[in-house]
């Protein structure tokens, strides 16, 4: 069975830094593009971050509102993806999403269905 979980979500100041997890089991992460994103109360889902397969060289593509602020990075061999958030703000909080695609391009698609998605894990910045 494929399965994504995320963790690492919590409770974090304006200025504050998590580092969300995205776990897989099932399946190797080297061939699929993987997406991290969000959702807030009463707003639709956007796109956070996604990096490519690694046959692309891990190619990654951030939203304009969290570049310079957030990393995604994999680890093939944990079968794990991540995403460090620094200098997070009230406008970050929401709950985070991994997902999955089979990559069929060399840079991932933050716009394009995801197949496999995780349950989620809560972020709020708060003070």
């Known amino acids: 069975q494929l399965q994504l979980v995320e963790s690492g979500g919590g409770l974090v100041q304006p200025g504050g830094s998590l580092r969300l997890s995205c776990a897989a089991s099932?399946?190797?992460?080297?061939?699929?593009?993987i997406g991290w994103f969000r959702q807030a109360p009463g707003k639709d889902r956007e796109g956070v971050s996604c990096i490519s397969d690694s046959r692309s060289a891990g190619n990654t593509r951030y939203a304009d509102s969290v570049k310079g602020r957030f990393t995604i990075s994999r680890d093939n061999a944990k079968r794990t993806v991540y995403l460090q958030m620094n200098s997070l703000k009230p406008e970050d909080t929401a709950v985070y999403y991994c997902?999955?695609?089979?990559?069929?391009?060399?840079?991932?698609?933050?716009?394009?269905?995801?197949?496999?998605w995780g349950q989620g894990t809560q972020v709020t910045v708060s003070s």
């Open positions: 099932g399946f190797t992460l080297d061939r699929y593009a």
């Open positions: 997902a999955a695609y089979l990559s069929a391009q060399p840079m991932c698609d933050m716009i394009r269905p995801y197949y496999y």
